[in-house]
């Protein structure tokens, strides 16, 4: 049984930043891949990011390439995102997923079994 938490979302300024972490309790975590979606009120829920299980492979949604970056240390069983540069459009309620075996470039939030409860960002202007 996997179980994630979420935590570090806050409130924060236009042009700030805010680290994202998210522990994973469960069977073998290094066999995972790792994602972080958001739910924007009003508009539903978006791929963030996600990372393979071995950290070698990154995926972005192109809107926060540049400024947000998503990483592992799977000796914490713990993924992170770290998110710079943040905007208003970035607010939301951030969720953690995990999948095992699952290809990093697969960013269908149904693909992924495990979710955490969320985290919520707000970005003020």
């Known amino acids: 049984q996997v179980q994630l938490v979420e935590s570090g979302g806050g409130l924060v300024q236009a042009g700030g930043s805010l680290r994202l972490s998210c522990v994973f309790s469960g069977p073998v975590f290094g066999t995972y891949t790792m994602a972080w979606f958001r739910h924007v009120s009003g508009k539903g829920q978006e791929y963030v990011a996600s990372?393979?299980?071995?950290?070698?492979?990154?995926n972005y949604e192109d809107s926060v390439k540049g400024r947000f970056t998503i990483s592992r240390d799977n000796a914490k069983n713990t993924v992170y995102l770290q998110m710079n540069r943040l905007e208003p459009e970035d607010t939301a309620t951030y969720y953690c997923?995990?999948?095992?075996?699952?290809?990093?470039?697969?960013?269908?939030?149904?693909?992924?079994?495990?979710w955490g409860q969320g985290t919520q960002v707000t970005v003020s202007s």
């Open positions: 990372i393979s299980y071995n950290s070698w492979n990154t």
């Open positions: 997923a995990a999948a095992q075996w699952l290809s990093w470039l697969d960013t269908t939030p149904r693909s992924f079994g495990s």
